[in-house]
């Protein structure tokens, strides 16, 4: 079956402009991450959805990054007035349920570059 | 210092060797521990998890956990050039009950298997 797809899956921005990210999750999972990928930081936390409750978002690094899960599925990343530290790759996940045993499926990410 | 230490590599073996991976980290809180393959240019894909200390085996991968020491291993017998990626490790400790089961990544070891 179809697996998490993520679009676009490069971008280059000029630093000030704003850009939307998407998030496709796997049909049926509840629960969603978005997580940043920066060279030698590894994976950052940065939000996270579960069905109809508030989400988590202890990871955005700054008031710039928002996002949003319509309809319990699609997820948008929003990034306003990017900067150059934004340059990343930017990864979603979603599992089936919330909980350890529920295995987090990555997508192929979006690779930004911020000039 | 960062939650989770891992050593980026890169990490160049001869085919048919035994690869040792670690880990370590900071928070004994951690009760679950995950490792993950990334191909370039792709998500993050589990390969294996444990919740304990002690050795857990899938093949030619072997997952260990050491508490007492906060340090985990991955070791891949008879290793294979498609071996070749980033492996990182993960962590997370058990939430509250409507927390986040948030997972904290290592940087990601780059190995290459050479043919």
């Known amino acids: 079956g179809a697996g998490v797809s993520q679009s676009p899956s490069n971008k280059v921005t000029e630093k000030g402009k704003d850009v939307e990210l998407r998030c496709d999750p796997i049909s049926g999972h509840t629960a969603l991450y978005w997580y940043r990928q920066s060279l030698g930081q590894g994976l950052e936390f940065l939000i996270y959805f579960q069905g109809n409750s508030a989400p988590d978002k202890s990871g955005l690094p700054s008031d710039r990054f928002s996002a949003e899960r319509t309809g319990g599925s699609v997820s948008t990343l929003t990034i306003q007035r990017t900067q150059q530290e934004d340059s990343a790759v930017y990864l979603c996940a979603s599992s089936l349920d919330r909980g350890l045993t529920y295995e987090q499926y990555f997508g192929p990410g979006t690779r930004l570059t911020v000039t | 210092q960062k939650e989770v230490e891992q050593d980026p590599g890169p990490l160049s073996v001869p085919e048919g060797a035994i690869v040792s991976l670690n880990c370590t980290y900071s928070n004994s809180a951690f009760q679950y521990f995950m490792w993950y393959r990334q191909y370039s240019r792709k998500g993050p894909e589990l390969l294996m998890y444990t919740y304990s200390s002690g050795n857990k085996e899938d093949g030619r991968f072997t997952a260990q956990v050491d508490k007492s020491s906060k340090y985990i291993s991955l070791f891949i017998r008879d290793s294979q050039p498609s071996d070749s990626a980033t492996y990182l490790c993960?962590?997370?400790?058990?939430?509250?009950?409507?927390?986040?089961?948030?997972?904290?990544f290592g940087t990601g070891t780059r190995l290459k298997v050479l043919a």
């Open positions: 993960a962590m997370s400790a058990i939430p509250t009950t409507s927390g986040t089961y948030k997972y904290i």
